[in-house]
C-alpha cells in the first residue's frame, strides 16, 4: 500500500512514452498515453505529430514522459561477448571512445550485446528544447534497445518492425538490427495490448516509467534520477497546494456552520419568554463563543480571501523547470497563533523560497513575476549558492491590492 502511495505521488497513474525519430529528413513524434489500473495497463491515446508544440498541447503539464530518442545521431553496435563488464564491452563495441563525451546504454543477453551512443551535447539540446515548451521528461532511451522491455510480453515472432528498423530475433533476444524505409505499419499483440509498430518504441519507453525496469545499462543513471527527482518536488508542490486551498474552504465552512449553530441557539434563548438566572449565565456563555466564532471567521475569511487561489495559480503556471519549490505561504503570518488574540499576518504578501538549477532562468522567472498585473515588486531575501548546479533562494512578492485580478 505504502509503494503504491509513494509511486502515485512520484508519478501519479498516468505516463507517457515519446518516440523522437526522422522521416524523409522531418521530424516525427510518435506519442502514446498509459493508465495504470489496478495489476493492468491501459491505452488511452496514440498519436502522431511533426511538431514539438502540438505534442505540448496534448500533454499535460503534470504528466511524466519518458523520451527514446531514435534518430541518425545513435549509433548502434553489437558485439558477439558475454562480458558482464561495462566498460570491456563498450571498449570492444567502440575502442577509444571518449566516455566524456558520449552517452551510451548497454543491452547485455546470453550470446551477444548491443552498444547504443549518442553525443551528450546532441540529447542535452535535445532536452533543453522539450523543458523549454515544458514537457516533463523524466527518463530518455538512447536508440531503439529498449524494445527488449516488451519481448516477453509479445507472442513468439522471428522479427519485428519498428518506425525505421527491423528487428531480427531467437528466442526473445535481440540478434540483429537492420535499417528500413517501410512505411507499412504492422500490429503486434502485447500481453492483450493490440500496438501498431510505430508506437512500440514509445510504449516500451513508458512501460520502463510504469513498471520501474529496464534490461539497459547506462552511464546516465543520475541525469535519470535528478529528472524524476525534479519532476517528483514540482507534483508534490501542486499536489499540497491543492491541499491547502482546500483546507482554507473547509475551516471556513466548519466556522460559518458552528457560527451559525450558536446564533441560533441565542436566538432562541432571547425568545423565551421568563429569563432566569441560569439562562442568562447561558446566555452570556453563547454570546462569548458567538463573538469568538465570528473573530475566527473573519479571520479566516481575512486570510483566505478569494484571489489566493488565483495569485497562487499564477505563480505555478510560470515557475520554470530549473526550479524546484520548497515553501510558499501566502499572507504569512507574524506571531503563533493565540487563544483569544488575533490572528496578525503580513497582508498583501507572499514568500517563496526553493531550489534554482539555473542563475539566467531564475532571473527570467522574477521579470516575469515582476511583469504580473497584481505584483506590485518582488524582493529577493536570499540567494545562496550551494554548489556549481544548486543555488537557495527565497524571495518575497508585494501585492498590489489596487490591481484586478
Sequence with gaps: MKSKIASY?????????????????????????LK?????????????????????????????????????DV??????????????????????????????EILKQKRNAFVSICRKEVIDTILKEYQTNRINIVDFIIGNLII???????????????????????????????????TESKTYNVNGLDISSNYLLAFSGALKLALNSSLLKSNFNRNHLELKENFKHKRIFRLASRGIITFLLVTLITNFLFFNYYFNQLDHLRNTSEITSSSQEKMTKLADKVLKSKKKVQDV????????????????ISIPESLSLKELNYQPLDKKIQSNK????????????????????????????????????????????????????????????????
Excluded: M
Aim: aromatic share 8%.
Design 9 to 33: 505521488l512520484e508519478i501519479g497513474n498516468t505516463v507517457f512514452g515519446i518516440e523522437y525519430t526522422t522521416q524523409d529528413s522531418e521530424e516525427v513524434f510518435n506519442v502514446i498515453q
Design 36 to 72: 495504470k489500473s489496478k495489476k493492468r495497463l491501459d491505452i488511452i491515446s496514440k498519436d502522431c505529430f511533426n511538431n514539438i508544440k502540438d505534442v505540448a498541447k496534448l500533454i499535460c503539464k503534470d504528466k511524466p514522459v519518458t523520451l527514446v530518442i531514435n534518430t541518425s
Design 75 to 104: 549509433l548502434i553496435k553489437s558485439i558477439d561477448s558475454t562480458h558482464q563488464d561495462d566498460n570491456k564491452i563498450l571498449n570492444e563495441a567502440f575502442p577509444n571512445l571518449n566516455k566524456d563525451e558520449f552517452y551510451f
Design 148 to 182: 527488449s522491455n516488451t519481448l516477453s510480453f509479445l507472442n513468439k515472432t522471428e522479427s519485428i518492425s519498428l518506425s525505421n528498423t527491423i528487428i531480427s530475433l531467437d528466442e526473445k533476444e535481440i540478434q540483429n538490427i537492420k535499417k528500413s524505409n517501410t
Design 301 to 316: 475569511q481575512r486570510l483566505s480571501n478569494s484571489k489566493a487561489s488565483y495569485y497562487i495559480n499564477e505563480i505555478i
Design 342 to 405: 488575533s490572528i496578525e499576518s503580513q497582508l498583501g504578501t507572499i514568500e517563496i523560497s526553493g531550489k534554482s538549477l539555473d542563475s539566467e532562468f531564475f532571473s527570467s522567472w522574477l521579470t516575469q513575476l515582476e511583469n504580473l498585473k497584481w505584483v506590485k515588486i518582488v524582493d529577493i531575501i536570499n540567494y545562496e549558492t550551494v554548489n556549481k548546479r544548486e543555488s537557495n533562494f527565497s524571495i518575497k512578492i508585494k501585492i498590489n491590492e489596487k490591481s484586478q485580478a
